[in-house]
Structure formats: structure tokens, C-alpha cells
């Protein structure tokens, strides 16, 4: 019996993983991909537009070669820091349910085993769940929900859906390295600048003004996606005029959110958060209504790596100093 499993090897996990370590708690961390994979699956050669003081555990740890760090070097980041301090972590294992079993018990079924936890933290990202255009002819092979690189598709005619930053790195990417790129984006999105909305920010959109200036990008302010076709993309603008834009590639990127099927079942309750649905959690333990589920990263308000690498500190201290009050601790 685990005093804390922790679902999620992100940096939300990894930090509360070394915390509970720390804190002298057993625990095991189950990961269904690799170690960071939201970071594995940020663009190849990515420059990540966040200092390091708000990515690293330990201050001074994060050592890039310029001022930010690419995805290369913050992977590379994560996965020593695991190595360096032995952490447990399971990596390519697949938490399948989560069931209660008494008060503080918990049945954890992944398609490898089956643990027993008096705590669990559920620390997953929001990556695997993408959102849907639910538009016609978005199953087709050509349409992604996620950008790796650029090269296969230089000199081919690329669409961007969204308007967050993870959308414009991606019509970035591709209009710098030859691709016929289109970027369709709600004008609000294009034109808001207040840093705390889910708009595209100054410094992805301000490259992104240059390739327009050199016509490597073109602009579509977006109504509604109609269809996607195997040729070509039927857009309304938002005039509400339709468009047929020939096409190779379209790249939906209009965010995700994070599984609460399972939080559910355990009889969680939910609300309407900043992001969108989220656990009703404590907003000083980051426990839910159900003693003994916690969260944090995207299950939470708190879904900048910062704000998820800082929660875990007094969450776990917290779960710490409750077990040793009950006696359960070890």
C-alpha cells in the first residue's frame, strides 16, 4: 500500500514525486508515455518561450544555452532530474481505472498490474485529448491535432486551425521553412492582447507579423470550418462568406482538456473553471470532494508548468503532515 500514486510524469508529477520522496511518503509515479511527454511532443527544435526560473524544480538547475531553453535541453532537463534523485517512476504503463476500495484505499488497475494507494494524484496532461472541429472529412489522414516538425511538408499547401500559441509556433515553423501556410484564426484571438487570455502572444505573434510582411504567410479571420476535403478546405470567413482553399495538410489546433472520466466515476464533482471543466478541489490542499483524490497541473486552474511544478510543494507537505497526524505515514 502506496501512501501516494501519482498518475501523470509531467512536470506537475515529477515535482510532487520528489516531494513525497522528500517527505519520506512511499510512493510510485505510473506514466502511460515518457518521461515529460507534453514536452517529447512539443515541436522538434521548439524554442520554449518561458525563462528558466519557471521551469526548473530547483533554482539555478536549468542551465540553456541562451536565454530559454529548447525542447531538446528542458526534455533533457526533466528526465536527469528524475535519473539524478532515483525517482519511481513507471513510464509505458497505462492506468486503465481507479476505483475505492475503503476510506483512504485505493484500487489503481493499469494494463500492467494492480496497485493499492491511500492517496492519489492525478497529474496527467490534457495532450492526448485534443478538441474537435467536429466538421466532415476531419478523420481524413491528411488532418492532425498535433505538430511535430516542418519538413515533410515544405512546398506543400498547409492550413493552421486555432488561435493560441501552439497554433502559431506551428504556422511559424512552417512558413519559415518553406511551406504554402495559411493561418485561420478568429480576428479576436489575432488582434486581443491581454496576456492572461488564450490568445496568441506578443512574441509568437510579433514573428509571425514578419512572415506576413514577406507574404510566406497568409491570414484568414475565421468564421467556421465547413469541410475538409482531400484536395482542398471549405472555410466561411467571418463575414460569413465560403472560401475553397486548396490544401495538403491541416493542422487543428484548438487546445485540449483533460480526462475527467475517472475523476468522475469516483464521484468527484466538477464546475466550470478557467480553462473549462475542472475537479471542485480544495484551492489550499488541491484535494477534490472525495478525501484522499487530489490534482493538479491541467486538472486544475493552475496549468502553467510554474504554477504545476509550485503546487505539489504544499500539497504534499500538507498530505505529509496529515499522515503523520493519523499515523499512516511509511
Not at 39 to 49: H, I, R, S, W
Not at 115 to 127: D, H, K, P, R, T
Amino acid at each position: 500500500m502506496f501512501d501516494l500514486l501519482i498518475i501523470g510524469a509531467g512536470p506537475a508529477g515529477i515535482s510532487a514525486a520528489y516531494e513525497a520522496q522528500v517527505g519520506g511518503l512511499t510512493y510510485l509515479v505510473i506514466e502511460k508515455g515518457l518521461i515529460a511527454n507534453t514536452v517529447y511532443n512539443y515541436p522538434v527544435g521548439l524554442t520554449v518561450f518561458s525563462t528558466p526560473d519557471e521551469l526548473e524544480f530547483n533554482e539555478g538547475d536549468l542551465e540553456p544555452a541562451r536565454e530559454k531553453p529548447t525542447r531538446e535541453e528542458l526534455l533533457s532537463y526533466y528526465v536527469k532530474f528524475v535519473l539524478d534523485n532515483d525517482l519511481n517512476v513507471h513510464t509505458e504503463e497505462a492506468v486503465l481505472a481507479v476505483e475505492q476500495t475503503n476510506d483512504h484505499e485505493f484500487k489503481v488497475t493499469t494494463d500492467k498490474r494492480v496497485y493499492e494507494a491511500e492517496n492519489v494524484l492525478f497529474a496527467m496532461g490534457a495532450m492526448d485529448y485534443p478538441r474537435k472541429l467536429n466538421v466532415k472529412g476531419e478523420d481524413l489522414p491528411k488532418v492532425y491535432d498535433h505538430f511535430r516538425e516542418t519538413y515533410p511538408w515544405v512546398k506543400k499547401k498547409a492550413l493552421i486551425v486555432g488561435g493560441g500559441n501552439s497554433a502559431g509556433e506551428a504556422a511559424l515553423f512552417l512558413a519559415s521553412e518553406g511551406a504554402e501556410t495559411t493561418l485561420a484564426i478568429f480576428r479576436n484571438d489575432w488582434e486581443e492582447t491581454d496576456p492572461k487570455q488564450g490568445c496568441i502572444k506578443y512574441w509568437v505573434k510579433d514573428p509571425l507579423e514578419e512572415q506576413l510582411k514577406k507574404r510566406c504567410l497568409n491570414l484568414f479571420f475565421l468564421g467556421k470550418v465547413i469541410e475538409i476535403r482531400e484536395d482542398d478546405v471549405v472555410l466561411e470567413d467571418e463575414d460569413g462568406n465560403r472560401q475553397v482553399l486548396e490544401n495538403d495538410v491541416v493542422f487543428v489546433l484548438i487546445g485540449s482538456d483533460a480526462d475527467l472520466s475517472m475523476l468522475k466515476g469516483l464521484g468527484v464533482k466538477t464546475e466550470e473553471g478557467k480553462y473549462g471543466e475542472v475537479p471542485v478541489y480544495d484551492g489550499e490542499t488541491f484535494e477534490t470532494n472525495v478525501p484522499g483524490i487530489y490534482v493538479a497541473g491541467h486538472f486544475t486552474n493552475h496549468r502553467h508548468i510554474k504554477a504545476a511544478i509550485e503546487v505539489p510543494k504544499s500539497l504534499i507537505s500538507r498530505m505529509a503532515e496529515k499522515s503523520k497526524k493519523t499515523g499512516r505515514a511509511g
